[in-house]
């Protein structure tokens, strides 16, 4: 469900900024997926094969790379990677941290064909 | 020719831009806003209904909620407390429009406490930022006493964790202390409650709770954890 929103979210800002640069046609759309962004990279992939050429008339190749969830330990300021989501410094065990990145879904890079200059 | 073009955004900027717009419009005019998630039936609206009376002659109360289909929790709530049914058509989380169109249509514009009612569901409404100031989570004791290590998006985004139901506690093998380490293993700062919607114990200091969020919201230091 969510995953769907978010790919039509992620189809209507690539089509806008393609046209921005002056249109073409997407090969390829890279995108970045948060171990902690609540996404599930399969579910959206499948969620991309299904609404893109509804969307774009073609079907574009995606790209995802998983960011993993890392923290900064608010006292010793150290950088650690949860992977049991147990918020915890990994040098000193403190538990108050925050997390410096894996929350989010971002769009990175779209590679376009241009559509004049194609053979 | 092909060519990249390099983007770099967040998928989800515009409409967290909009929740934080939200946020900072209500912390202006004093209202708290709260975000109530749990799973279906853990008493989401049997607290609001309580709260509602318990509180109502303390502050000014409102209430949007939210459901896949039909008024029915509106209808439990209109008795007690300016309320808009805000309907998903299917979809199992509120997103910021939903709220900032409900919102608009509701009698009080300028409650001390805006409560908000999630769908029933601890996975979706934890990536999605409804404006609020505080997000409740609440856990009834017939789910388990090991639920929280299981939805930890939903715990890490929280500020407070209520256990519900507790009238329950002696036909049901939960261990309320259990319960709330699990939960701060992922948000050490968890304040935790207990309530029962039924007997009432526990509703004074889950009213207070809310009081002191308030007067600190008009004091402006409002903290959360949500994104
Ligand atoms: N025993 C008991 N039942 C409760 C309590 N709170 C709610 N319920 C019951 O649990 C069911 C679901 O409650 P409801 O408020 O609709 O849950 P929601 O889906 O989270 O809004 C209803 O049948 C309520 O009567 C409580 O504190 N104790
Ligand atoms: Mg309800
Ligand atoms: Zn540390």
Redesign the pocket.
Known sequence: MHEYSLVRSLLRQVETIVSDEGGGVVEEVRIEVGAFSGVDITLLELAFADEASRHLGYQPRLQTTAVPLEVECQRCRSRSVIEDFEFRCSECGHQQVIIVSGEEVRLMEIEIRELNNAS | MTRTISVGVDLKQQLKARAAHFRERMAAQGTLVVNLV?S????????LERTAVALGEHLSLAVLVGDLATNR?AERLAPYVPVRQLTTGGACHLEIPLVEAGFEQLENQRPDILFI?NV?NLVCPASHDLGEHMRVV?L?VTEGDDKPGKYPKMYRTSDALVI?????LPYVPFDVSFAEQDARTIQPDLKTLS????TGAGLDDWCQFLMQAHEQLKHGNATSHCN
């Open positions: 749990s279906p039936g853990a008493g989401k609206t049997q607290l929790d009612e029933g609440l009834s519900s139901k507790i009238d329950l309530v029962s919607a039924v």
